[in-house]
């Protein structure tokens, strides 16, 4: 459908604050034009990053069983899916399709903030009273860029190594053991997981939403899901930096 | 009771607004906070000052016309009320409030408390209609709706096109608005044949005027009816609907 074109002065006053594509490109493209596509985008995007993040704490609970059976773990996410695909091949596809839900994620999140400034340009004089925009909704546009930062600094120190003194790649336990035996990484990190947290439990009740999975029955779970999800991955991710730091994993 | 007033006062879309402060005497708790205004315009015009300009209709909330954010709150701090339903004993006697107008891209300043709203009514023409061949109206039990279905429907029918939720949401998005004059059409046997155009065409206007949902919820606690997010959500889906399903079988063009 074309541009609805202004009938009268009183619509003529009121300007678009984006323009509609000119031609509808193709599924699923004309989907991420929209914004409401972009934030199913979002939501599908966010789904893979729980599902990341939920395997991501689990394996490394494997800490708690000691060096050898961390970095058997280690080995097996480059060996898994041998002999029929080549080493690390598996790891590679997973971590191909992470970094091309980040870039969505972070495109689509960018551009949705500039267009919501567009359509609010003269802000408020006077204080606003929320009623129900609570502190972790109104701050995602500051945890997402936090936890960004967090992802680059996290591969610099456990990934590469680069950042890391005492780097000796395969040996996992080794790596994380030197890495959080000081205390501004450890602080660093903490800081980075409640930021995650707060993310989190944002987006893993908005994602519902986004989606459209919106049932009478279940709109009471969908609270609850994303505070157990939250807590239980702050709580298991920040387990690591203390548990090392107070000697409890060494 | 007493109060003072600060009044956001604009002569002009182009010209520069500032708060004014008056002062509203002897008002009673029953009143209005349409008819506190009605009291301070008339104080306005005796000492010869220009009245505050707003909007207002039927002051009794249904044609929601009397938007304004009262003390940051759109319609002010009633739960399901418009601002012609806000009672002073709302307030305490000496109370300090601060009358603003609705901000949004969207809804450009006309004068002082009031805004251009037409951005609502391109949104409805894009697609908050039943197209039907006019004449005789039909038998009113000949398409038999189911009363819970009937209930959702109205649910999303009431609302008045306040723009409270636009002016409530921290993004500034028309969200509730679009999704409650689409959803009380999609959710009837009456709006089906064009239900995935309607959802395709009414969000896309929506989004050349408003900016987007991020889930804070403001907006349902804003809205004078009370209207849920959850229609949102059935937005939402049928948003998808519309860009995966067969076009031909949905009827689209």
């Known amino acids: 459908m074309a541009q609805a074109s202004p009938r009268s002065t009183v619509e ?128 995602m546009k500051w945890t997402g860029p936090i936890i960004l930062l967090f992802i680059l600094m996290h591969l610099m120190d456990l990934t590469f190594g680069t950042w890391n003194k005492d780097f000796i790649s395969g040996n996992v336990y080794h790596n994380v053991v030197a890495l959080f035996t000081q205390l501004p990484k450890v602080i660093v990190y903490l800081i980075a997981n409640i930021a995650l947290g707060i993310h989190l439990w944002h987006g893993a009740w908005s994602l519902f939403q986004s989606m459209g999975v919106n049932n009478p029955y279940l709109n009471a779970l969908r609270r609850v899901f994303a505070t157990a999800f939250a807590l239980a991955i702050v709580a298991g991710n920040v387990s690591f930096p203390i548990a090392v730091y107070l000697g409890i994993v060494s | 009771m007493n109060f003072t007033l600060k009044v956001w006062r604009q002569s002009g879309p182009d010209v520069k607004g500032s708060f004014e402060t008056y002062q509203a005497t002897g ?106 061949s006019t004449g005789a109206a039909p038998e009113a039990n000949l398409i038999p709706v189911p009363k819970v279905v009937a209930d959702a429907a109205m649910d999303a029918a009431e609302c008045i096109g306040c723009g409270a939720c636009v002016a409530a949401c921290p993004n500034g998005a028309a969200q509730l608005f679009t999704a409650a004059k689409m959803q009380h059409l999609n959710l009837l046997p009456q709006g089906q044949s064009e239900r995935y155009q309607r959802a395709e065409r009414m969000v896309e206007t929506m989004e050349e005027f408003f900016g987007s949902c991020t889930n804070h919820g403001e907006c349902q606690f804003a809205c004078p009816k009370g209207i849920s997010i959850d229609v949102i959500a059935y937005m939402n889906r049928d948003y998808m609907s519309a860009k995966v399903k067969n076009r031909k079988l949905s009827g689209q063009s």
Request: proline share 4%; net charge neutral; charged share 20%.
């Open chain 1, 12 to 139: 003529a006053a009121v300007k678009p604050i984006s323009r509609r594509p000119a031609s509808s490109a193709p599924w699923p493209l004309n989907l991420y034009a929209s914004a409401v596509g972009k934030k199913w985008v979002m939501a599908i995007t966010g789904v893979i990053g729980m599902g990341f993040i939920t395997m991501h704490m689990l394996g490394n609970l494997k800490i708690y069983l000691g060096a050898e059976e961390l970095n058997h773990y280690a080995e097996g996410l480059r060996t898994f899916g041998a002999p029929f695909v080549p080493r690390e091949g598996i790891l590679w596809m997973l971590r191909s399709i992470l970094v091309v839900a980040l870039v969505l994620h972070v495109h689509a999140a960018f551009s949705l903030w500039s267009a919501n400034r567009r359509a609010r340009p003269v802000a408020y004089a006077s204080q606003r009273d929320y009623i129900a925009a609570n502190w972790a909704s109104r701050t």
């Open chain 2, 27 to 132: 008002i009673s708790e029953d009143m209005s906070f349409l008819e506190v205004l009605d009291v301070v315009n008339e104080d306005l015009i005796e000492q010869g000052i220009e009245p505050v300009a707003f909007d207002h209709d039927c002051r009794e909330g249904i044609c929601g016309s009397c938007g304004m954010m009262i003390n940051g709150q759109a319609h002010g701090p009633g739960t399901r009320t418009a601002t012609c339903q806000l009672h002073m004993r709302t307030f305490k006697d000496g109370d300090s409030i601060t009358v603003e107008p609705w901000r949004a891209a969207a809804f450009t300043l006309v004068k002082d408390l009031t805004v251009n709203r037409s951005a609502l009514d391109r949104i409805v023409e894009s697609g908050g209609f039943i197209s039907v």
